[in-house]
C-alpha cells in the first residue's frame, strides 16, 4: 500500500542551473569502506576491523576486509574517476594503516600508499581532499577507551601533525572528522557502529573528546606547516516539529541541538548550546578542562556539509529519556534506504546554516550527498539507475537555489564514486556512481556516472546542458 502512495522521483526538465567556473566536482569515499588490506603491509586492526568480527553486528556477517580492494586497484578506480572528469575526491586516511596502534612509530608502507594515490590524483588533475579520521580508530586506542580518553584526542592531533608534514605540500583541503554525531551516537551511545559501546546518556565525554581532537588537530595541521584550508564534516540535518504543539517544538529543538548546533557552535561561536548535565544525566562531565573552549574554536576555513534527507521529531512518550520521538516523514520519494528524499530541505538547510551564523559562517562545500539503490546489471551489461540521476539533478538544483541566493558553496562531493561496504548495512546498500561486482571486484560505470560526467564536464566548459543520462 505504502508503495503506491510513495511519489516516484524524475530529474527536472527545467535547464540546468549554472554553476561557478571555479566550483569543485567530486566524489566521496572512506577508508573502511573500500580500501580492504586490512592487514597488509603491516596495518594495525581498527575499531572497525574489531566491530565487524562481533557475530549479528553487519547485515550478513559481511565485512570491510576486502571491500572494493581499492588498496590494490587505486590506480585504475583513479582512471576511472579521472574519465568521471571530476576535479576533486574526497577519501579517507585509515590512521591504523599510517599509525598501527595510533601512535608512534609509523609504518612506511602506509604512508607510502597514500603518497602514491594523491600523486595519483594529481597527475589525473583530480585535487585531493583528505579526511583524517572517518570512523575508523586505531584498536589500540579503542582498547584504551577510544574517544571516551583525552588521550585519544591528543594521539588524533600527532596523527594530524605526522600526515600534514607528510602530505601537506600536496593536499587541497584538510577535513579533521566525518559526522563526529553519527560516530558518538552510533558508535558509543547505541552501538550499532563500531566501537559498539552501550553508553547512552552517559556519552558526553565522546563529544567533548571528538569536539577537541578537531581543535588540536586544526592546530597540529598549522604548527606542521599546512596552509591549505581546513575545515570538519557535519551532517548538518534539519528537524522538523511534526506539529507546531509547544511540545513537539520543544522536541525538535532537542534534537536540532544534539545533531547539529553542538557540533558547530563550540566551533563557530565558541560556545556550548547545551549543558552537559542537563542534557547528558549521569555524563562525567569533568572531561572538560580549562582552555578546551578556546582550543575547539580554533578558526576553521570552511564547513563540510553532508547531506541526506530531513528528520521530523513530536514530543516523547512517557518515560521516553531522549526528549524526542522520531517520526516518519510520508508522501516524498524514498531511497533504497527507505530515507525520504527532501531536496528543498538542502536549500533550506543551507539558507538557515547563513541566517544563524552569518559572518561566523565559513565557506560551505557539500562533502557527502547521494542515494542508495537496488541497483543491478541488466542483460545488456548497463546498470540503469535513473533514480540516483534524478536524487542528484534535484538537489544539484537545491544547493543552487541557495547559492542564488547568496549562500557561499564551493563545491559538491557526490557520494559515491563507487559501491561500497555501507557500515551495519555491509554490501546491501549499494550509493556509488560506479557499480562494483563484489565477487569479481569488476567496476561498471552506471548510468548517473555519465549523467555526472556530463553535469561536471559541462560546466567546466562554461555550457549550461540540458542534462540527460
Ligand atoms: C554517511 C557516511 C558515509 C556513508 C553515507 C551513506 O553518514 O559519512 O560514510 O556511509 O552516510
Known amino acids: 500500500m505504502d508503495d503506491i502512495a510513495t511519489p ?16 569543485r566536482w567530486g566524489t566521496a569515499t572512506a577508508a573502511y569502506q573500500i580500501e580492504g588490506a586490512w592487514n597488509e603491509d603491516g596495518k594495525g586492526p581498527s575499531s572497525w576491523d574489531t566491530f565487524v568480527r562481533q557475530p549479528g553486528k553487519i547485515a550478513g ?22 574519465n568521471l572528469g571530476v576535479n576533486a575526491y574526497r577519501f579517507s586516511v585509515a590512521w591504523s594503516r599510517v599509525l598501527p596502534t595510533g601512535s608512534a ?8 600508499f597514500y603518497d602514491r594515490l594523491i600523486d595519483g590524483m594529481l597527475a589525473r588533475g583530480i585535487d585531493p581532499y583528505v579526511t583524517l579520521h572517518h570512523w575508523d580508530l586505531p584498536q589500540a586506542l579503542e582498547d584504551r577507551g ?15 601533525a605526522l600526515m600534514g608534514e607528510r602530505l601537506g605540500d600536496r593536499v587541497s583541503s584538510w577535513i579533521t572528522l566525518n559526522e563526529p554525531f553519527v560516530l558518538a551516537t552510533f558508535g558509543y551511545s547505541f552501538g550499532t557502529h563500531a566501537p559498539g559501546r552501550t553508553l547512552f546518556l552517559s556519552v558526553y565525554p565522546v563529544v567533548h573528546h571528538l569536539l577537541l581532537g578537531h581543535g588540536l588537530a586544526v592546530q597540529a595541521l598549522r604548527a606542521a606547516g599546512v596552509t591549505a584550508p581546513i575545515g570538519i564534516t557535519n551532517n548538518l540535518t534539519p528537524v522538523w516539529a511534526l506539529t507546531d504543539s509547544d511540545g513537539d517544538r520543544a522536541a525538535a529543538e532537542r534534537l536540532d541541538t544534539l545533531y547539529n548546533r553542538q557540533w558547530l557552535e563550540p566551533i563557530l561561536l565558541g560556545t556550548q548550546p547545551i549543558d552537559p548535565e542537563v542534557a547528558y544525566p549521569g555524563s562525567d562531565t569533568s572531561c572538560v578542562q580549562p582552555g578546551d573552549a578556546e582550543i575547539i574554536a580554533t578558526p576553521i576555513d570552511f564547513l563540510g556539509v553532508n547531506f541526506y534527507n530531513p528528520q521530523q521529531v513530536k514530543a516523547p512518550g512517557e518515560g521516553n529519556p531522549m526528549g524526542f520521538e522520531l517520526v516518519d516523514i510520508t508522501g516524498v520519494p524514498r ?10 530541505a538542502l536549500t533550506d538547510r543551507l539558507v538557515s546554516l547563513r541566517d544563524s551564523y552569518g559572518d561566523q559562517l565559513p565557506p560551505l562545500y557539500i562533502t557527502e550527498n547521494g542515494t542508495s539503490v537496488a541497483d543491478h546489471v541488466d542483460s545488456d551489461g548497463r546498470v540503469r539507475d535513473p533514480f540516483r540521476w534524478a536524487y542528484l539533478d534535484r538537489h544539484l538544483r537545491a544547493i543552487a537555489d541557495a547559492m542564488e541566493v547568496g549562500v557561499d558553496v564551493r563545491g559538491y562531493f557526490c557520494w559515491s564514486f563507487m559501491d561500497n561496504f555501507e557500515w551495519a548495512e555491509g554490501y546491501d546498500q549499494r550509493f556509488g556512481l560506479v557499480y562494483v561486482d563484489f565477487d569479481t571486484q569488476q567496476r561498471i ?13 559541462g560546466n567546466a566548459a562554461g555550457i549550461v546542458p540540458g542534462v540527460q543520462a
Open 105 to 112: 612509530p609509523h609504518n612506511d608502507a602506509g604512508l607510502a
Open 146 to 160: 577510544g574517544w571516551q580518553t583525552r588521550e585519544t584526542a591528543e594521539r588524533f592531533a600527532d596523527y594530524a
Open 61 to 82: 556477517a559481511q565485512t570491510g576486509d576486502i571491500a572494493c580492494d581499492h588498496y590494490h586497484r587505486w590506480e585504475s578506480d583513479l582512471d576511472l574517476m579521472a
Open 8 to 23: 516516484t522521483l524524475t530529474a527536472s526538465t527545467d535547464p540546468f542551473p549554472e554553476f561557478p567556473s571555479d566550483f
Open 445 to 457: 560505470p552506471k548510468d548517473s556516472f555519465r549523467w555526472y560526467r556530463q553535469v561536471v564536464t
Open 335 to 344: 531511497t533504497g534506504f527507505d530515507w525520504p528524499v527532501v531536496p528543498s
